[in-house]
Structures are given as C-alpha cells and as structure tokens.
C-alpha cells in the first residue's frame, strides 16, 4: 500500500523552528515529485513549497528565507525545515507526491499524507 506518514507537528512560539517529516512506503520516494501544503483555519489548502521533477521549485512568498526543503533517500523521507515561524505558519500542513509533477497545485498530486498540525502561538 501506498502511504505518506506525516510527524513532527507541535505547538511552537513565534520565532522558534519545527521540522516536519514525510516517511514514505510502497513506493520509492525519489521517483516522485514532492509538494508540502498548507490548510489554515477556514482557508483552502495551498502550496507552499513544490519540487518538480525537472528540479524546479516552487517556494511561497510568505515562507521564502524561512523554509528549507531536504531528503534521505536511504529512509525514503523528505523534511521540512521551518525557521522563524509566525502565527500566520498556523495550519495543518500535508505532504503530497506525485509521478511526474510540474505544478504546486492540490489536484495535481496523487498521495497524501494524512497532515501534521503546526501552531504558532504565545
């Protein structure tokens, strides 16, 4: 079976860090393109960092200098590195894959974690 096992969400004072991780199984993660999204309250899931298989990518304003993407294809699970965090990081925050990826759009991905909630509160 498929899956992406998402960890590493928590609460979180503004300004500190938070790594998440995306552990994947049933498949080879470095043949997929990878997207990290992002659900606040009330909103709609949005991207927030995309590669692509052409090793392009896509990084949000809101995260850019913040957000550092990386992986170990030995353990077949990217990170995400978040530094700085503000309140307005809040969310739950998904990661997705996808065979051949040239978007960061949500419709465009085949696999999803199940979400980590990350909160930056005081």
């Known amino acids: 079976q498929v899956q992406l096992v998402e960890s590493g969400g928590g609460l979180v004072q503004p300004g500190g860090s938070l790594r998440l991780s995306c552990a994947a199984s049933?498949?080879?993660?470095?043949?997929?393109?990878i997207g990290w999204f992002r659900q606040a309250p009330g909103k709609e899931r949005e991207g927030v960092s995309c590669?692509?298989?052409?090793?392009?990518?896509y990084l949000d304003d809101s995260v850019k200098g913040r957000l550092t993407i990386s992986r170990d294809n030995a353990k077949n699970t990217v990170y995400m590195q978040m530094n700085n965090l503000k309140t307005g990081d809040t969310g739950v925050y998904y990661c997705a894959a996808e065979v051949v990826g040239g978007t960061c759009e949500v419709a465009s991905y085949d696999y999803w974690g199940q979400g980590a909630q990350v909160t930056v509160s005081s």
């Open positions: 590669t692509y298989n052409n090793g392009g990518t």
């Open positions: 049933g498949f080879t993660l470095a043949h997929y393109a």
